[in-house]
């Protein structure tokens, strides 16, 4: 859709959401935005703008702190989450008829069910096997032979390794396409995953809140950007601090409102995820908005003797040295009144040479003192199947 077209779209499905007719979408930037704790003191249901009886699904967020946060579906809004994960599915290369092998987790998480019904919608025949058991995993993908994988990309390295263990080289896996997401992940991870699984793999978005997968992902053609499905979402990014929108490029908080959903609309969701947008026209031919690849959420920042850090920003900076991988995790600890950070991270090649690079490397882009320790291959843990937690934060125990 050409991009007036789509900007009318939105303002008509905006002042239908609001309640009155709207002179242009920047009339949103005078509305409050909506935070996780608006959402938490409504627990469970409280929100809820439909009848109960028309709810037909119920997905939770993880929560990791206190209670979690429940979401509720009418009929149109599952077909809703069907519609933009087949979307999603789409613009990576899948097609009707190929079949999807569904490693997120099924329940309460929206990943496992959000990409089992849209790989039905799409016409896939869908496997789903949920998170974990490895090993069944890889005999289901060995036998099956499905075209395509959806799994948090931290479980994909696990698959990859665990297949290249018992000698099964990336042409004889018959997956082309990986679907990866609910996690922060980078360029150098997506290189070591498709090569060693033989796919294409690219960056799926989204948050229970506002749908679950679906609110944005890349596409085959250009890998550069996430698509977000802003005829569903409309993305605002705005700075942390002052909350005003940001300049095109630049990089802030992530704010999503829901234009067509019906049980659990959001104006102004402030997701905490830092991103940033790109209207420039995409080789694919979509004139869906580009957001950068989410670096994590601004409470996953670890502030480090005054310096804001964020993992993903860690791993990218140090898999520019070929001789590491992306096993890795940060350890927090206190000695005194000080915040110390260590990164653990696997090598083959340990030495002093190389540990002195990467910590060389680490100051000169941050600006602050993070330690390295290099660890054996196969000595961190790994993902089981679900998100892999990063950061090993001691300071509290
Ligand atoms: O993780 C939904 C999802 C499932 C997305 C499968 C993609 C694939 P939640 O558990 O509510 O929902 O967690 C949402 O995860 O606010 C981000 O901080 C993070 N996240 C999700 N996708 C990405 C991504 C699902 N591609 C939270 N890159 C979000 C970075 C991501 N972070």
């Known amino acids: 859709m050409p991009r007036p077209e789509l900007e009318a779209l939105?303002?008509?499905?905006l002042g239908r959401l609001v309640g009155r007719e709207l002179g242009s979408l920047d009339e949103l930037q005078s509305l409050p935005f909506t935070r996780k704790e608006d959402l938490r003191d409504g627990y469970p249901l409280g929100r809820l703008v439909v009848p109960r009886e028309q709810i037909r699904r119920l997905h939770a967020s993880s929560g990791t702190t206190g209670k979690p946060t429940v979401v509720p579906y009418t009929r149109s809004d599952l077909d809703l989450?069907?519609?933009?994960?087949?979307?999603?599915?789409?613009?990576a290369g899948a097609q009707p008829g190929m079949t999807l092998h569904n490693a997120y987790g099924?329940?309460?998480?929206?990943?496992?069910?959000?990409?089992?019904?849209?790989?039905?919608r799409l016409g896939l025949a869908v496997v789903p096997v949920s998170g974990g058991m490895t090993e069944r995993q890889l005999t289901l993908i060995s036998d099956l032979r499905p075209d395509v994988i959806a799994c948090t990309p931290s479980y994909a390295l696990t698959l990859a390794q665990a297949f290249s263990e018992r000698g099964i080289a990336p042409e004889e896996i018959s997956l082309t396409i990986a679907m990866l997401g609910a996690e922060p992940w980078t360029e150098a991870m997506r290189r070591e995953i498709d090569a060693n699984l033989g796919v294409r793999a690219v960056n799926v978005y989204g948050l229970s809140e506002i749908i679950g997968p679906g609110v944005s992902s890349e596409c085959s053609e250009e890998r550069s950007g996430l698509h977000v499905n802003e005829d569903h979402f409309l993305p605002e990014v705005v700075d942390a601090e002052s909350g005003e929108p940001v300049a095109e490029g630049d990089r802030g908080v992530l704010v999503l409102t829901t234009l067509t959903k019906e049980a659990f609309p959001l104006v102004r969701y402030w997701t905490g995820d830092i991103t940033s947008l790109d209207r420039s026209p995409c080789s694919c031919g979509r004139t869906l908005?580009?957001?950068s690849p989410p670096a994590g959420r601004a409470d996953d920042m670890l502030i480090v003797r005054g310096v804001n850090v964020y993992p993903s920003q860690v791993e990218a900076i140090l898999l520019e040295l070929p001789e590491l991988t992306p096993y890795y995790r940060i350890v927090i600890?206190?000695?005194g009144t000080l915040d110390e950070a260590t990164v653990e991270i696997e090598t083959s090649e340990a030495g002093a040479e190389l540990q002195a690079r990467a910590e060389r490397l680490l100051l000169q882009t941050i600006g602050c003192t993070i330690a390295v320790e290099l660890r054996a291959p196969g000595t961190l843990p790994r993902s089981e199947g679900g998100k892999l937690s990063r950061v090993d934060d001691r300071r509290r125990t």
């Open 106 to 120: 099924y329940g309460l998480f929206t990943g496992g069910l959000g990409f089992h019904d849209g790989g039905e």
């Open 10 to 13: 939105q303002l008509r499905r």
């Open 289 to 291: 908005v580009r957001m």
């Open 333 to 335: 600890a206190r000695t």
């Open 81 to 91: 989450f069907a519609t933009v994960v087949a979307r999603c599915l789409a613009a």
